[in-house]
């Protein structure tokens, strides 16, 4: 059995030493149990998505132009008829008491403070209500109007079970629903604690997967069976009139059947390099489902950011905006709040320093100063 010894507790004051966000990874492992580190962490049989996803930032250069005029300039874009000011979201990140005993709540506070918006996992391990009543609360503290809030959904075998969650996420005032369709059969060993559960899904069934020698592995069993389907997309857009997203997308030909079938939003991402080794990275795929698409939904880019640059890259080759992902573990971790807090703060100001750089006053003159291989 896994046994999770004590970490150490999260800072109170964060130290110098904390500039990046390889700082934060680097200190994480101290403030985490090994097991929850190694599942934070992990990729997927040889990790080569993993690396993929890193290696395709560091092959594309930037061009600078000089002596241009900034003037006037920031990072803000309009994304679903909300304005936000710099193109960075939260992920949904699953069950993140694991890596604070604030969980989701410590996210939102930081993502409110920062103006950032946050998309919440089904398999959160807050309910998605105490979460949306936390982001009020802190934007109201701070007398500001709350950062874009959505739900990630992961569908339920049973189509109700899912409707139940959409119309949760409607009456709690969630802005967007995101179905990610790629980890449906994702595999994992992690045993949660004790203490950490999916609080979204207390009383609905649990599915269990077994094999046996001999018999069945995956095909011809419940987990298979009931997998997302194009049609289950239809159905989705059909019970809700919040704009829907969708995650998990790597294919151009996925990218526009997504957009036929009512996707408002596509989010590219191969999950982190965590359900199948060997995908392309979703920045190598940006400029065909940029073409694939048409500029007929916004498309957002999730795998492998790591600082403003990284943001710089994926903006430069098409993306709409970026979402962060492990690094809120990592944050969470060490610092709790005010760790998330900085590390937004840091690849904010990490993209406007590069985009000064670069001579670029607003996003939209990032592609100009992008050499790919």
């Given at each position: 059995?896994?046994?999770?010894?004590?970490?150490?507790?999260?800072?109170?004051?964060?130290?110098?030493?904390?500039?990046?966000?390889?700082?934060?990874?680097?200190?994480?492992?101290?403030?985490?149990?090994?097991?929850?580190?190694?599942?934070?962490?992990?990729?997927?049989?040889?990790?080569?998505?993993?690396?993929?996803?890193?290696?395709?930032?560091?092959?594309?250069?930037?061009?600078?132009?000089?002596?241009?005029?900034?003037?006037?300039?920031?990072?803000?874009?309009?994304?679903?008829?909300?304005?936000?000011?710099?193109?960075?979201?939260?992920?949904?990140?699953?069950?993140?008491?694991?890596?604070?005993?604030?969980?989701?709540?410590?996210?939102?506070?930081?993502?409110?403070?920062?103006?950032?918006?946050?998309?919440?996992?089904?398999?959160?391990?807050?309910?998605?209500?105490?979460?949306?009543?936390?982001?009020?609360?802190?934007?109201?503290?701070?007398?500001?109007?709350?950062?874009?809030?959505?739900?990630?959904?992961?569908?339920?075998?049973?189509?109700?079970?899912?409707?139940?969650?959409?119309?949760?996420?409607?009456?709690?005032?969630?802005?967007?629903?995101?179905?990610?369709?790629?980890?449906?059969?994702?595999?994992?060993?992690?045993?949660?604690?004790?203490?950490?559960?999916?609080?979204?899904?207390?009383?609905?069934?649990?599915?269990?997967?077994?094999?046996?020698?001999?018999?069945?592995?995956?095909?011809?069993?419940?987990?298979?069976?009931?997998?997302?389907?194009?049609?289950?997309?239809?159905?989705?857009?059909g019970i809700t009139?919040?704009?829907?997203?969708?995650?998990?997308?790597?294919?151009?030909?996925?990218?526009?059947?997504?957009?036929?079938?009512?996707?408002?939003?596509?989010?590219?991402?191969?999950?982190?390099?965590?359900?199948?080794?060997?995908?392309?990275?979703?920045?190598?795929?940006?400029?065909?489902?940029?073409?694939?698409?048409?500029?007929?939904?916004?498309?957002?880019?999730?795998?492998?950011?790591?600082?403003?640059?990284?943001?710089a890259k994926a903006?430069?080759?098409?993306?709409?905006?970026?979402?962060?992902?492990?690094?809120?573990?990592?944050?969470?971790?060490?610092?709790?709040?005010?760790?998330?807090?900085?590390?937004?703060h840091i690849l904010?100001?990490?993209?406007?320093?590069?985009?000064?750089?670069?001579?670029?006053?607003?996003?939209?003159?990032?592609?100009?100063?992008?050499?790919?291989?």
């Amino acid at each position: 059995m896994v046994q999770y010894v004590n970490p150490l507790a999260p800072l109170t004051v964060i130290p110098p030493d904390l500039r990046t966000l390889a700082d934060y990874e680097r200190h994480a492992v101290a403030h985490l149990p090994a097991a929850s580190w190694q599942h934070i962490q992990a990729g997927i049989d040889r990790d080569l998505t993993l690396s993929s996803n890193r290696g395709a930032f560091d092959a594309v250069r930037f061009l600078p132009r000089a002596l241009s005029d900034l003037r006037g300039g920031g990072t803000g874009l309009d994304l679903f008829d909300r304005h936000q000011e710099s193109p960075i979201l939260l992920a949904p990140l699953a069950y993140q008491r694991i890596a604070h005993p604030d969980g989701e709540l410590a996210t939102v506070r930081a993502a409110m403070a920062l103006g950032t918006g946050m998309i919440v996992s089904t398999l959160s391990s807050i309910p998605l209500e105490d979460i949306a009543k936390a982001a009020q609360q802190a934007a109201t503290a701070l007398g500001t109007e709350a950062a874009p809030l959505w739900f990630q959904l992961y569908l339920r075998e049973d189509r109700e079970w899912s409707a139940e969650l959409v119309r949760r996420a409607e009456a709690a005032g969630y802005g967007a629903i995101v179905l990610t369709i790629d980890a449906a059969i994702k595999q994992s060993s992690f045993i949660l604690p004790p203490d950490v559960d999916a609080a979204n899904l207390r009383g609905m069934p649990k599915r269990h997967q077994t094999a046996l020698p001999g018999g069945k592995v995956l095909f011809g069993t419940p987990l298979l069976d009931t997998a997302p389907r194009w049609e289950d997309l239809a159905w989705l857009r059909g019970i809700t009139a919040l704009p829907l997203l969708v995650k998990g997308i790597i294919s151009p030909d996925d990218a526009r059947m997504a957009v036929d079938h009512g996707a408002d939003g596509i989010i590219v991402s191969n999950h982190g390099g965590r359900v199948l080794d060997g995908l392309p990275s979703p920045l190598e795929m940006m400029p065909a489902i940029v073409a694939a698409v048409g500029g007929k939904v916004p498309l957002l880019l999730d795998s492998g950011i790591r600082s403003g640059s990284d943001i710089a890259k994926a903006i430069g080759l098409g993306a709409n905006a970026v979402l962060i992902g492990r690094p809120q573990f990592h944050a969470l971790a060490v610092a709790g709040t005010a760790g998330v807090a900085h590390v937004l703060h840091i690849l904010r100001a990490e993209l406007e320093h590069v985009m000064a750089q670069l001579g670029c006053r607003t996003l939209s003159d990032i592609a100009d100063r992008i050499m790919t291989p």
